[in-house]
């Protein structure tokens, strides 16, 4: 079955950075678009940044264009997501999905604050 597995977050003072990982097994990796999700406490799930299957187009929300950074291996099964310059307001927990289906992993809490 489809399996996703977030890791890489943590504390983080303003202004810092953190790359964040998801492993995928169970499906076709390389045949999806891949993304990344954050949902901070009292507030909708909302869609970060994706990457195409062969990472040829990749899309970010405008609150962290500049920032951040998605990347995949499709040797590896793997996505990334390298945040930099970090604010408090990007502290969350942060989940990979697979943009066509419905299953989330158990997601990776990010906190950033002095």
């Known amino acids: 079955q489809v399996q996703l597995v977030e890791s890489g977050g943590g504390w983080v003072q303003p202004g810092g950075s953190l790359r964040l990982s998801c492993a995928a097994s169970g499906f076709a990796f390389s045949r999806y678009t891949m993304t990344w999700y954050r949902q901070a406490p009292g507030k909708e799930r909302e869609l970060v940044a994706s990457?195409?299957?062969?990472?040829?187009?990749?899309t970010y929300a405008d609150s962290v264009k500049g920032r951040f950074t998605i990347s995949r291996d499709n040797a590896k099964d793997t996505v990334s997501l390298q945040m930099n310059s970090l604010k408090p307001d990007d502290s969350a927990v942060y989940y990979c999905?697979?943009?066509?289906?419905?299953?989330w992993g158990q997601g990776t809490q990010v906190t950033v604050s002095s």
């Open positions: 990457i195409s299957s062969v990472g040829l187009t990749r």
């Open positions: 999905k697979v943009r066509e289906l419905p299953n």
